[in-house]
Structures are given as C-alpha cells and as structure tokens.
C-alpha cells in the first residue's frame, strides 16, 4: 500500500499535540525540557536558533536520539519532555512520531521557529 505525505503528517499529528509557542517559552527553562531544532543547518544559520535549543537536522535525527549509537547526542534523555519545531511543523510532527517510536514519551510539536518568535523566545545564532 502507497502512502502519501498527507496521510505520513495525518497520523504523526495524531501521534504528537501540538503546543502554542506561549507555551513552549514558557516551558523552555525547565532543566528536564529538551527543545529540538530539526531544520537544516542553513535555515538555522540564516535564521538564529531558539535559545539554547538543540539543532539536529531531520535526516540525522535517529542517529542522535539512539543511546545505542556511537553518534549519540547525550542532550536526548528519555526523561525529558522534548519540544520539536521545524520551519513550519510538519517535519516536527514526523520528528515527533519518530521519537515516540523510539521510546521518548513526552514529545511536543511546537510547530514553525516562527511561532517560537512570536511568542517572544529568545533566539541566539545558529
């Protein structure tokens, strides 16, 4: 069976509630939440970054997040709650659904860095 983009970001969005960026600065300096950044690098140097969020780009995403890994971030703990946002949300949904997968429990889509700005959070450089 084919599917399609619609139905992939469908059932993550299913997977993973949404978050107003008031929310995710609000939770954001919490020691036991982990914001993710998963554009690419060039959005991110373009753009800035949340402050202190990790950048992981999607495509490196599992590879950081395993603990089996030799490429292991040490920032994902899954203890933490993780708040993941991309240019517009959809990559942090499919992010999001991946995590879950992978036995991250508390996993958050805050949507687009926009809507992190618009909320008032800080950004620093990418």
Wanted: proline fraction near 4%; hydrophobic fraction near 45%; include cysteine.
């Amino acid at each position: 069976m084919t599917v399609t983009v619609q139905a992939m970001l469908a059932a993550a969005n299913a997977a993973v509630p949404r978050i107003s960026g008031a929310e995710a600065v609000a939770l954001a300096d919490r020691p036991d939440v982990l914001i993710l950044d998963v554009r690419d690098a060039a959005e991110v140097k373009t753009t800035g970054k949340a402050k202190g969020a990790l950048a992981v780009s999607r495509g490196l995403l599992e590879f950081r997040a395993d603990p089996e890994a030799p490429t292991h971030d040490a920032q994902f703990d899954r203890a933490k709650t993780i708040i993941i946002h991309c240019a517009s949300g959809g990559r942090a949904a499919l992010a999001g659904q991946t995590l879950k997968a992978m036995g991250y429990q508390d996993v958050r889509n805050l949507g687009g860095f926009k809507d992190w700005v618009a909320a008032g959070g800080e950004v620093e450089p990418g």
